[in-house]
């Protein structure tokens, strides 16, 4: 089947992933249709900007109202829009919030990826043609670790009901794999941050707060456990990897990551440099985000990836830390304008 004719679903469209998948997808020629919760606001924010350039390509970016929870809502999207390829990035995907509703993560994260998978081997055995199936997998899975690097035969030991749905979302892949011959892979994904990150987690939280600290919009910044290692890497370079795993002719499991790891004070530090700020003037430290279950060390091994897909990440650690401040800079100066021009800009200040 020609580039041309390619026809991507994406769940998650709208998040941070989504977002960079898509723009990567309609610039290789696929007809993009993405998944979005019906809800009173849109939340559409990190993909408007893809209808303009969807539409100058003449590609189409298609968007329909679904949700996880509903497999025949997902049954019926799959026969509609008959997809090549499925992307599932749609989850409950913040790890803090997830011990205060772990029955909502696990329908959504878990099951819903269950649900996907049915609607998909439902629709193959109706049709014949195979659909190719990427699970976002993460690193959380890996928990309290048990060895350092973390690659794909790494045993897991998730911490937190988060990882444990994604645990399930991973091996449910797998078992379609083995049990119905789906081209599935798993993409075990460690931290990926962009500007685009949302701004609950903690590196956006950090960003975020830095430039309103610089610009006199902010005065503090309440953290939880700065002795947190993550290895982390670009959001665009991440879902490239996504792509790769699903032109292959074997349907494999993949870590994707920088291989270098960084403490959450390091990040801190280089954020508040780059201001021109020392981040111990500023940040102090809150209980209320520690989690009940601690992840103190995430470092991967994508050597896997980096030989058998020529997958490789772009943007090192201080380039990230760099793009990321500067956008939230940007951001808010036009907040500075808007709260000198007597406008609400209201804006989070934990």
């Known amino acids: 089947m020609s580039v041309l004719s390619k026809r991507a679903f994406v769940t998650g469209i709208t998040g941070q992933d989504g977002s960079y998948l898509a723009e990567l997808l309609l610039g290789k020629g696929y007809e993009v249709h993405g998944l979005v919760r019906r809800s009173s606001t849109f939340g559409t924010q990190r993909i408007e900007h893809l209808y303009r350039d969807a539409h100058d390509m003449d590609r189409p970016l298609l968007l329909h109202h679904g949700d996880m929870a509903d497999g025949n809502g997902l049954a019926r999207l799959i026969r509609e829009i008959r997809p090549t390829e499925v992307y599932n990035l749609a989850a409950q995907s913040h790890v803090r919030v997830s011990f205060d509703q772990p029955t909502y ?3 959504v994260t878990a099951v819903g990826t269950l649900r996907l998978l049915e609607a998909i081997r439902d629709f193959q055995d109706a049709v014949g ?57 798993c993409g075990i994904l460690f931290n990926h941050e962009s500007p685009r990150r ?135 100066r036009k907040e500075q304008v808007l709260l000198a021009a007597g406008h609400d800009a209201s804006m989070p200040h934990s």
């Open 198 to 332: 949302g701004e609950t987690f903690v590196t956006r939280k950090i960003t975020r707060a830095a430039t309103r600290i610089k610009l006199g919009l902010q005065k503090k910044l309440y953290l939880g456990n700065l002795d947190a290692h993550r290895d982390w890497g670009f959001a665009g370079d991440y879902v490239e990897a996504m792509w790769l795993m699903l032109q292959q002719d074997k349907p494999d499991d993949y870590v994707i990551s920088t291989d270098e790891t960084h403490s959450v004070r390091e990040f801190c530090e280089q954020v508040f440099g780059r201001l021109g700020l020392e981040y111990t003037d500023f940040v102090e430290i809150d209980s209320r985000y520690f989690r009940p279950a601690e992840v103190e060390l995430l470092l991967g091994s994508s050597q896997k990836a980096r030989r058998q897909l020529g997958w490789q990440p772009r943007v090192p650690f201080c380039e990230l830390v760099t793009r990321m401040v500067d956008a939230d800079l940007e951001l808010a």
């Open 105 to 107: 993560t696990a329908d």
């Open 129 to 185: 043609y195979q659909i190719r199936f990427y699970q976002a997998s993460s690193s959380e899975m890996y928990g309290k670790v048990v060895e350092t690097p973390q690659s794909e035969t790494t045993p897991f030991y998730p911490r937190s009901p988060y990882g444990v749905a994604k645990l399930y979302a991973h091996w449910i892949t797998i078992n379609y794999r083995e049990s119905y011959g789906l081209h599935g892979s």
